[in-house]
């Protein structure tokens, strides 16, 4: 059973760089993509961006211009790093994994995020 | 980017109702809609992907629906522990959008 552990601070001041680790444990890095979520206190889910098998990356447009994901498979860790972060980046940073799988074409496709990490609560204040 | 937009935000029911949750995509999605359950603190839970396949574990009483742009999760006999929000979420090869959320309290 994979288990995610994620880390980072969880205070900042405005402008700050916001940066938190996850940790796979008990499973493979390679052959899945990993993904970062945020959740703002009392509401939804919010798709920040992903790294993926072979090593790209895809963000969240509304987020794109100030998210760097980045893997070491040698650690089988992945970071977030979110700059000039403000008050409306306060939330609950969760790290999380999607695994693909092959369909009878031989198309590589993904299922959707089965596996995810505790949780950090980031505060943005000053 | 495309919108998941679900419906009703808030839906009060008793133990034993039959609930629906509806989530709508601004364009196609095919099957590639997931829905989780969220209880407060915890982080969500993989019940159905490709809108209608159950992830091992999860009640039978769960069942989902739909495609394209249409989709929707019905518990078909509500018990103690569906008590909790519920999200659909749009997955892709290179992008993932959830819809707002439907809490689901006790009436």
């Known amino acids: 059973q994979v288990q995610l552990q994620q880390w980072g601070a969880g205070l900042l001041k405005p402008s700050e760089t916001l940066s938190l680790t996850c940790a796979v444990y008990g499973g493979p890095f390679s052959g899945y993509y990993w993904s970062w979520i945020r959740q703002p206190p009392g509401k939804g889910l919010e798709w920040i961006g992903e790294i993926n098998h072979s090593g790209g990356s895809n963000h969240n447009p509304s987020l794109e211009s100030r998210v760097t994901i980045s893997g070491d498979t040698s650690k089988k860790q992945f970071s977030l790093k979110l700059t000039s972060v403000t008050a409306a980046d306060t939330a609950v940073y969760y790290c999380?994994?999607?695994?693909?799988?092959?369909?009878?074409?031989?198309?590589?496709?993904?299922?959707?995020?089965?596996?995810w990490g505790q949780g950090t609560l980031v505060t943005v204040s000053s | 980017d495309i919108q998941m937009t679900q419906s009703p935000s808030t839906l009060s029911a008793s133990v034993g109702d039959r609930v629906t949750i509806t989530c709508r995509a601004s364009?196609?999605?095919?099957?590639?809609l997931a829905w989780y359950q969220q209880k407060p603190g915890k982080a969500p839970k993989l019940l159905i992907q490709k809108a209608s396949i159950l992830e091992g574990g999860v009640p039978s009483r769960f069942s989902g629906s739909g495609s394209g742009t249409e989709f929707s999760l019905t518990i078909s006999s509500l018990q103690p522990d569906d008590f909790a929000t519920y999200y659909c979420q749009h997955y892709n090869s290179y992008s993932a959008t959830f819809g707002q959320g439907t809490k689901v309290e006790v009436k």
């Open positions: 999380a994994r999607g695994t693909y799988y092959y369909d009878r074409s031989g198309s590589l496709l993904r299922s959707p995020i089965d596996s």
């Open positions: 364009q196609s999605i095919s099957s590639w």
